[in-house]
């Protein structure tokens, strides 16, 4: 079983849509856990961040953890074309920095 | 605006080449890193550092060497280039166990 699941995509929606963005992941280290978006041909950009479980908003943005489930959530309310990128997920334990470990990402593409 | 700065976008190297990529940041972070990332495999760190002078082993050191001289500065060696090294790399730096910041990468070709 591989340490982080994301579906690859792509994921297509029509633009205004709420957009969910998933990963489960098997470490029940795991204790930070972040969004990152990329665009093609760029590297990634930190969206969000969040320390243990529960909610955070940043706009139209917003990230959701359930360590019970290992199961990690960005929504993203009224989408726009702007917003098609590759999403990727990303965890660590913490207390060091030993790195991240990465979902695969998953390609989101916004129609106007 | 802090930056994470890679000296090449594009290279292109033959098989056996000593291969250096350069890294550079201005946010005064202690730690930086060396991923790559290939489709379907993802982001697969190589090498991290923490401090100058100090380096780590990621998930796929092997064929693969780094130099931390400075703190601003962080370099991966290929040290004889294969054909399977051929990718995109991308140097990060953060200050805390989130929000690393990435270069925009280099795409790396071994011929």
């Known amino acids: 079983q591989k340490e982080v699941e994301q579906d690859p995509g792509p994921l297509s929606v029509p633009e205004g849509a709420i957009v969910s963005l998933n990963c489960t992941y098997s470490n029940s280290a795991f204790q930070y856990f972040m969004w990152y978006r990329q665009y093609s041909r760029k590297g990634p950009e930190l969206l969000m961040y969040t320390y243990s479980s529960g909610n955070k908003e940043d706009g139209r943005f917003t990230a959701q953890v359930d360590k019970s489930s290992k199961y990690i959530s960005l929504f993203i309310r009224d989408s726009q074309p702007s917003d098609s990128a590759t999403y990727l997920c990303a965890m660590n334990p913490g207390g060091g920095a030993d790195g991240l470990t990465f979902g695969k990402g998953t390609h989101l593409i916004i129609q106007p | 605006d802090v930056k994470v700065t890679q000296s090449s976008r594009y290279l292109v190297k033959r098989t056996g080449e000593k291969v250096f990529l350069e890294c550079v940041q201005d946010m005064d972070h202690e730690n930086m890193f060396w991923y790559r990332q290939d489709p379907g495999l993802g982001l697969r760190l190589i090498y991290f550092?923490?401090?100058?002078?100090?380096?780590e082993k990621g998930d796929i050191p092997e064929g693969y060497s780094v130099s931390r001289e400075k703190k601003e500065r962080f370099s991966l060696i290929l040290e004889s280039a294969s054909t399977n090294q051929t990718s995109m790399y991308l140097c990060a730096s953060s200050l805390y166990n989130y929000g690393y910041t990435f270069g925009s990468g280099t795409r790396l070709t071994v011929v």
């Open positions: 550092s923490y401090d100058v002078k100090m380096k």
